[in-house]
């Protein structure tokens, strides 16, 4: 992470050298908040490219990498699907996942390793692989399924770093790792079709891929009635028009979401545990706040209404994802040439790398910012930096599940502030930086 600092630190603008399939190329670095900004806001001459095997991966008809109308047609149906209202329908299943997790997590302390140190990322990342999978596709995945991605889940990763060979060849990183998204877009179509089935026979929606298939299923029924010359009165008729999304299409765009999810997540929850450990006096106020919102009573279920009014914890989670942001850059591809500033235009076919880091760290902006201080978010201008908040990007492209992310951290942590305890035995690297995809501690 000190060498990403230092690059930053040389200027706004700093080349790095990265090994590609034609040589060595030289993607640009952009470290000031106005200059990521205005990337993130450029979709005419760049777009979100990751790395070249990203498309093998992921598919190059995924959504992600669609733009215009087609990016659209999906973003449009998607929207929905993170309102207050949809919120509120995962929650029981989110919490449901925790209920059986926390247990797990006494069992391996206290069983398996009698009390001592247990080394918990890995238990961090399965517990959101199982939180996102419930979410975006409800019942309809096995406790088995689940485990098998959370575990290999580290091959996509580890196949999707910017130093890799881009040639898929057997045996190397991106060849496991393509097996391994392979298993994933199977798993996600078998789900999408079993989600087709139910909503089709009038089940309730109860996961992000329910209400997506329902919104479709309405949208052609009333598509139909029009066709057939059946009158249909204005209120029928959906407040959006989708067209219906074959099972694999509906699995790729699933598979977009665990990606943006899971590395993510799994940094941002390793970091609260840690950092909640480490400072027993905020722990202990986050564990007061949900004790209070409940009326005193512990085993209260998650609602909408009990998160909103968890201020502080949201305070903890803001100020985690700030301190210490999950995704640090995003690579973009150049489409035609970029004026960058007054002085410098990326050509066509070139990388650039806006980073956000800087701009969570302006000590202009969040005084010391390398102190972890939620009180900032609460009696401080924190909340009016929102040009500098950007740990979910900005743009066309801005990330769809923003609030999810928020109030799932902030469940998380406020049910284990009150059915759990820990501890953390620290080392002199504890908070330093270990980058992995996203970042968590070394």
């Keep these: 992470m000190n060498e990403y600092k ?5 200027g706004d603008l700093s080349c ?8 060595t190329f030289y993607p640009l670095s952009l470290a000031s908040r106005d200059m990521a900004r205005k990337v993130f806001n450029s979709p005419a001459f ?13 598919r190059p008809t995924n959504w992600v990498f669609l733009d215009g109308k087609a990016h659209v047609e999906y973003r449009k149906g998607l929207n929905g699907l993170f309102t207050r209202q ?6 029981p299943g989110q919490e449901e996942v925790y209920n059986s997790y926390f247990e797990k997590f006494v069992e391996i302390s206290q069983q398996g390793y009698n009390g001592k140190p247990v080394p918990f990322m890995p238990h961090f990342r399965e517990l959101m692989c199982a939180v996102s999978c419930r979410t975006f596709v409800g019942h309809y995945m096995s406790e088995a399924a689940v485990k098998k991605i959370a575990n290999d889940y580290y091959k996509i990763t ?15 990183k991106t060849w496991y790792g393509k097996k391994a998204a392979d298993m994933v877009l199977n798993e996600f179509a078998k789900c999408a079709a079993k989600s087709k089935v139910r909503m089709a026979a009038g089940g309730e929606v109860s996961c992000i891929m329910d209400g997506w298939i329902k919104s479709m299923q ?6 139909r009635k029009v066709a057939e010359g059946v009158k249909v009165d204005e209120s029928e008729k959906p407040a959006l028009l989708l067209r219906v999304f074959s099972d694999f299409e509906i699995s790729q765009t699933i598979f977009t979401f665990l990606f943006a999810s899971q590395d993510a997540t799994s940094s941002a929850s390793t970091w609260l545990f840690q950092l909640m450990a480490d400072r027993p006096e905020i722990l202990e106020k986050v564990r007061e ?10 085993n209260q279920r998650f609602s909408m209404d009990i998160l909103e009014k968890m201020t502080y914890t949201r305070a903890v989670v803001k100020e985690t994802l700030r301190y210490r942001p999950p995704v640090i850059m995003v690579p973009y591809l150049v489409k035609k040439s970029f004026p960058i500033t007054d002085t410098y235009t990326a050509p066509k076919g070139s990388m650039v790398v806006p980073t956000v880091y800087p701009a969570l760290h302006d000590p202009e902006v969040y005084p010391e910012p390398e102190s972890f201080n939620p009180d900032r978010w609460i009696t401080g201008d924190a909340e009016k930096a929102s ?3 950007l740990v979910f990007g900005t743009g066309p492209h801005y990330c769809l599940g923003q609030t999810y992310a928020q109030m799932n951290l902030m469940a998380m942590i406020g049910k284990a502030s009150l059915h759990l305890n820990w501890e953390h035995h620290t080392t002199p690297l504890s908070e330093d930086i270990k980058v992995f995809a996203t970042i968590f501690p070394q």
Excluded: T
């Design 6 to 10: 230092s690059k930053w630190a040389s």
């Design 16 to 23: 790095v050298s990265v090994f590609h399939k034609y040589g």
């Design 46 to 58: 760049v777009k979100p490219c990751v790395v070249d095997v990203a498309q093998k991966l992921l």
């Design 86 to 91: 949809a919120l509120e329908l995962y929650l």
């Design 158 to 172: 580890a196949a999707l770093e910017l130093v890799n060979f881009p040639v898929i060849l057997p045996f190397m």
């Design 218 to 223: 309405d949208s052609e029924r009333y598509r």
């Design 289 to 298: 706040e949900n004790l209070a919102v409940r009326n005193g009573d512990r």
């Design 387 to 389: 040009k500098n908040w």
